[in-house]
């Protein structure tokens, strides 16, 4: 019988005959009985609903003791000997699909996987291959899928990407609304955020209470914290990619989700019938009755708006070609109740052409546009005036990789952007005294080329290594200052102006970036690696406020302002236990930064037209211990960090009023020494949930005054040294309860969940600030943010 059911499948193959496989099916592989080694078994794994590729999916052959993961497009290659085998599936949140094959020739397939009813019981942050902390090159490299951030308590209803990673070691906040992360000692502008490969420089809503992505357009998120591969460059900290979500080739479908605090819809199906998808979302704000049950009368007279939207098309028109198509937006404004409203907005388009052009040879090619605008408008009635600021951010990148084996891979590309800062322009809004004034625009063109090649020797020892160019040009028009030598820079320095014409190259910087990794395994469950990165950022924030504010200042690098430069070394140690049930590591970094930004005391950093009087370049560095426990399976899953970090800064100069703290080592905005985090998620039963997250961190450092005085009839503060001081250390415990419905089938099924921020009610100080007794000294106030316990109910719902 076995005999005819090979000849079978041979006539079959000879035929041009191809199969699908699917869950429910067990078949033999096969084209050419005449091949007796070597055989080549390929495929795509796609999700059975939506038809997307699923990547970082596990394919085992226990025959073989061999694992594959596949590609970005959901694709693997397998080479097997004639032989019987049992194939096993796995991907996290999908059912396991055991498949038994009988490789007779070179052959090609299609798995389609189903969700599982319920997604907690693999909570995989180290990708998605349960080994892949042991077994790959990577350190400090995270992927969280979006079933694990959704296991975590929402806050103020809604599943926030950026407060997600902040649970991991080496990445915190500065507060409870603050926008972007601290990143290992950087500063929130040293982060590239990037959306479906284009840059997003305000990731936030609401100064930092929202996350200004939607959970529901997200595929998953990664970040690169220590060996940055060498594709990526331009900032100095660390990367996060946000990969977005495909809509289904096969069935139209649709989500809602309202709660008490905001909304949004998406909508999914495809454009044309297993080819072309599509995928719709959008989310609004409705906060302003929260901030009307308030008791502070400036909030309460308030208002606050947010929306944001995506498009996402995707069109995998074969299995060696797909294109992507990303459309991003989002919009913030909040009008004080003293008239004045502040506004941000974020518009990207992306289009990604991923191609496999042979058995080994693939390649990427992808182009962006950014517009990030910003700006303050004072509607008083009197001196009514606004100030317009913006970003535009124009790029390419193309990657080529080559897989000369599963464990021997080369990659190499390159990669161009141009970007343009209006700084800032005041604009009278009617017949004020104020008059118009509009800094100097700025222009810089990157351009970079890299390779990376990665290789294994044996089952023990695995290298990583890379390099990455970059050149970077600061370009006219413009008319730039000179200033007298043996002098601070400054306006009483100024001694004459040089005018450049537009496309002028006023300045050029360029460097290497080597990017190399190490990794011995001691036995399947432990290794040790060892890192070290390189990163030029040419663009920098200038802002004297803890979090990203519209009225900051982005700067290019120019010939008064180097970029930045950092230097990184790493060490880990990794260990699984109990079958990879937890997964544990403990990592030790050190990062020394040049030319980081700092301003000088008393600084006016707004339309600045000459804003190189008001900095300093400053050195900093930072070092760390970072601990981490995570427990993958059961009904109770979850992870413990903690991180021992120091963040510091120093200002040396030859003239000594432009010294800080007297040249001393101080600490930067965001160093806080302590950062610990629990987070525990209980399976109570199939439909239902509850998770708990608990953080608890050293209070960011501050600058308070050390005296008042009285100057022609006004009482002045006088400041000492700065960040000499801290806000009170910081804790939360953040509660929530989630459990499903079931609609039969009928027309939806539908997700209840309620949680409690700040169970306890703890007043977390966001800052400082002083009022002024007469005969006192000033007097402290602290600003809270949460000051009670915050509840908040969501229901979704899916078509």
Not at 261 to 276: H, M, Q, Y
Request: proline share 4%; charged share 20%.
């Amino acid at each position: 019988m076995k005999k005819i059911l090979l000849l079978f499948l041979f006539l079959c193959a000879q035929a041009g005959w191809a199969q699908t496989v699917t869950p429910s099916k067990r078949e033999v592989v096969g084209r050419d009985v005449g091949q007796l080694k070597g055989i080549k078994i390929s495929g795509r794994i796609i999700d059975e609903i939506t038809g997307e590729g699923l990547v970082g999916a596990t394919i085992t052959v226990p025959e073989l003791n061999l694992t594959r993961v596949t590609d970005p497009n959901g694709g693997f290659e397998l080479t097997l000997d004639r032989a019987e085998y049992n194939l096993q599936f796995r991907y996290v949140g999908y059912e396991t699909i055991e498949y038994p094959i009988t490789a007779v020739g070179d052959g090609r397939v299609s798995i389609r996987m189903i969700q599982e009813d319920f997604q907690l019981d693999d909570v995989v942050i180290f990708g998605r291959d349960p080994e892949k902390n042991i077994r790959s090159t990577d350190i400090g490299a995270v992927t969280l899928s979006m079933n694990t951030i959704k296991e975590l308590p929402p806050f103020l209803g809604e599943v926030d990407i950026v407060r997600s990673l902040a649970t991991l070691p080496g990445v915190s906040q500065v507060g409870e609304a603050s926008s972007g992360l601290n990143v290992r000692g950087g500063g929130v502008d040293q982060n590239l955020i990037q959306f479906g490969g284009a840059p997003i420089y305000n990731p936030s809503h609401m100064f930092g209470l929202f996350t200004a992505f939607n959970a529901e357009m997200v595929n998953d998120v990664t970040l690169y914290k220590a060996v940055v591969p060498s594709r990526y460059g331009g900032r100095s900290s660390s990367i996060l990619d946000i990969l977005p979500k495909a809509g289904s080739v096969d069935k139209w479908g649709a989500d809602l989700m309202v709660s008490n605090f905001s909304g949004k819809v998406s909508v999914n199906g495809p454009l044309i019938k297993d080819k072309v998808s599509i995928l719709g979302g959008f989310r609004i704000s409705y906060i302003n009755w929260f901030l009307q049950t308030l008791s502070n009368p400036t909030v309460k007279n308030s208002n606050a708006n947010f929306y944001d939207g995506n498009l996402i098309i995707n069109a995998p028109v074969s299995d060696n070609n797909e294109f992507t198509y990303s459309y991003y937006t989002s919009y913030d404004d909040f009008a004080f109740s003293s008239d004045t409203t502040i506004s941000w907005k974020n518009t990207a388009h992306s289009l990604q052409w991923k191609s496999k052009l042979s058995e080994k040879l693939s390649l990427e090619a992808l182009g962006y546009y950014t517009i990030y605008d910003y700006g303050i408008f004072n509607e008083s009635g009197i001196n009514d005036f606004t100030i317009d600021s913006n970003i535009k951010d124009l790029g390419g990148k193309l990657y080529f990789s080559y897989n000369f084996s599963p464990t021997n891979k080369l990659s190499a590309g390159g990669s161009f952007k141009q970007i343009e800062i209006q700084p800032g322009e005041l604009i009278p809004s009617g017949q004020e005294e104020i008059l118009p004034k509009k800094v100097q625009d700025e222009f810089g063109k990157e351009y970079s080329s890299h390779f990376q090649h990665e290789f294994e020797l044996g089952e023990k020892l695995g290298f990583s290594y890379g390099l990455r160019y970059d050149l970077y040009q600061y370009l006219g028009p413009r008319v730039v200052r000179e200033y007298a030598e043996n002098q601070p820079i400054s306006d009483g320095s100024a001694i004459s102006e040089t005018q450049y014409n537009d496309g002028n190259v006023i300045q050029t910087y360029d460097g290497l970036g080597p990017r190399a990794s190490f990794r011995y395994s001691f036995d399947k469950s432990s290794s040790v690696k060892l890192g070290y990165n390189k990163m030029y950022q040419f663009i920098h924030l200038v802002s004297n406020t803890a979090t990203i504010a519209p009225s900051d200042v982005w700067k290019l690098s120019d010939q008064f302002l180097e970029p930045q430069i950092a230097d990184q070394y790493s060490l880990g140690f990794y260990k699984n236990l109990k079958g990879n049930i937890f997964e544990t590591s403990l990592e030790v970094y050190y990062k020394d930064i040049q030319n980081v930004v700092e301003y000088k005391d008393g600084a006016n950093l707004i339309l600045q037209n000459h804003i190189e009087t008001e900095l300093i370049p400053a050195e900093g560095k930072a070092y760390g211990v970072e601990l981490y426990v995570k427990k993958n399976l059961g009904r109770l899953t979850g992870w413990i960090s903690y991180t021992y970090s120091r963040s510091l800064r120093r200002v040396i100069t030859p003239y000594e009023e432009e010294n800080i703290n007297d040249g001393e080592w101080y600490s930067s905005n965001f160093d806080k020494p302590h950062d610990l985090t629990l987070i525990g998620n209980y399976k109570i039963s199939t439909n239902t949930s509850v998770s708990a997250t608990f953080g608890y961190s050293t209070g960011r450092p501050v600058t308070l005054p050390a005296a008042k005085f009285n100057y022609f009839g006004n009482s002045l503060a006088y400041f000492d040294m700065r960040n000499q001081d801290r806000l009170p250390d910081f804790h939360r415990l953040d509660l929530s309860l989630n459990f499903k419905l079931k609609g039969n089938g009928k027309f939806f099924d539908g997700n209840w969940t309620f949680s409690l921020l700040n169970v306890y009610g703890r007043k977390n100080p966001f800052s400082i600030y002083f009022g002024d007794v007469a005969g006192a000294p000033p007097q402290a106030l602290r600003l809270a943010i949460l000051g009670v316990p915050l509840p908040s109910l969501s229901y979704a719902i899916k078509f």
